[in-house]
């Protein structure tokens, strides 16, 4: 799915037809569908030998995230193996986000293919001619199991999953629509490029960190978003962490790692230990203390190489006292946007642009970040 392409779906269901259609999937669908949220369910149950259509796949590609739910018998049908395949495929070159449900079955068995899917295996194997098409199968169960999913076993009650479920991808929801409106302003490619000039998303080295610093907390906050956006796709895991100084105003900093293995996508592994192995992109937006930092860094200094973590802020002596060397510097954007239409509109003088403003009579405040965004911080500068 291209990234300017909107994707048709939400949700791409997956399920084992035989075990779920008629009751936990029936019960999901119907309250995805009634919030709001399209979702593609396939209500044909192909046979052995058959192959996923071309429509089926183009639903998996079209949509945003794709929930797999796991069975008793789902690692038995090759119809299912081969469309968890094509979406395990998706979550590789970050088109989708996968999130599994492990319905009736211990996740530990899925990822160690043991106990009843060990039998379902060998069935397979001795079935299947092409063994290649096993093994793909095999990995992509693993890698399945090795994200972090909800477990039926923790609920005494399906509605209580169903919500549970539906509320995570409304909310994730929520947040790609606030990525997306962030993005629409005047000049954010220009920034882009001058970010862009300071990382090296095919690095291979340890991981990196830059900051972003401006005054005010508009442009901040939509230059985060766009990078985040921008940037994700460059990498297998990747976490946007928004309004830090506000969320965590009066909490226990502790929680800042249970946020990020909440809003984590793309991760294979749950454990601190599993990250190191991961190329991990972290974007926190609006820290304002050092402990935010630290309580940050218990994660991101466990990152694998190649990993990038980005930290804006409104307090340049944060990033200066954390050691934080590469650091972008970025105007008022909200003042960028009055200074291009005005400079469209009447081709003034900087000079010009700022009597207009102040004939204008606008507010103490605002007059005072136009002026400043005509200042020196206009262009925008970066130091190494």
């Known amino acids: 799915m291209s990234s300017a392409t909107p994707p048709k779906y939400d949700?791409?269901?997956s399920f084992r037809g035989?075990?779920?259609?008629?009751?936990?999937?029936?019960?999901?669908?119907?309250?995805l569908e009634r919030r709001g949220i399209r979702t593609f369910k396939d209500d044909q149950e192909l046979q052995d030998g058959q192959r996923i259509s071309p429509e089926l796949q183009r639903a998996i590609e079209e949509s945003r995230f794709a929930i797999v739910v796991v069975s008793v018998h789902y690692a038995a049908s090759p119809w299912c193996l081969d469309e968890l395949v094509k979406i395990m495929d998706f979550v590789n070159n970050g088109s989708i986000t996968v999130m599994?449900?492990?319905y009736g079955v211990d996740p530990c068995h899925v990822r160690r293919q043991i106990g009843d899917v060990v039998e379902q295996f060998k069935k397979h194997e001795a079935r299947e001619k092409d063994h290649e098409k096993v093994l793909s199968w095999r990995k992509a169960l693993e890698k399945l199991a090795n994200i972090s999913g909800q477990c039926s076993s923790k609920w005494n009650d399906d509605s209580k999953l169903v919500d549970a479920t539906v509320d995570k991808i409304s909310e994730k929801l929520m947040i790609f629509t606030r990525l997306n409106n962030g993005g629409k302003i005047v000049g954010i490619e220009r920034h882009m490029k001058k970010l862009n000039r300071l990382v090296d998303l095919n690095s291979t080295k340890p991981v990196g960190v830059i900051g972003i610093w401006a005054s005010g907390g508009n442009a901040r906050s939509t230059l985060a978003k766009h990078v985040y956006q921008t940037w994700c796709k460059h990498f297998a895991t990747h976490c946007y962490l928004g309004n830090v100084k506000r969320v965590f105003k009066d909490r226990n900093l502790a929680l800042l790692h249970d946020e990020f293995l909440e809003n984590i996508e793309g991760a294979?592994?749950?454990?601190?230990?599993?990250?190191?192995?991961?190329?991990?992109?972290?974007?926190?937006?609006?820290?304002?203390?050092?402990?935010?930092?630290?309580?940050?860094?218990?994660?991101?200094?466990?990152?694998g190489p190649g990993s990038l973590v980005v930290i804006t802020t409104q307090d340049r002596q944060l990033l200066i006292s954390y050691g934080i060397k590469v650091v972008y510097e970025v105007e008022d954007l909200r003042c960028e946007k009055l200074c291009d239409l005005l400079r469209r509109t009447f081709a003034f003088k900087k000079r010009d642009i700022v009597a207009a403003i102040e004939s204008a009579s606008r507010a103490k405040d605002f007059v005072t970040d136009c002026f400043g965004c005509l200042s020196s911080r206009c262009a925008g500068y970066e130091k190494l």
């Open 11 to 13: 949700v791409f269901l």
């Open 18 to 31: 035989i075990d779920t259609r008629a009751n936990f999937v029936s019960f999901l669908y119907k309250e």
């Open 268 to 303: 294979y592994l749950t454990s601190k230990r599993s990250f190191n192995r991961q190329k991990v992109l972290l974007v926190a937006d609006d820290v304002d203390k050092v402990e935010q930092l630290d309580a940050l860094a218990e994660d991101f200094t466990g990152f």
């Open 100 to 102: 599994p449900i492990f």
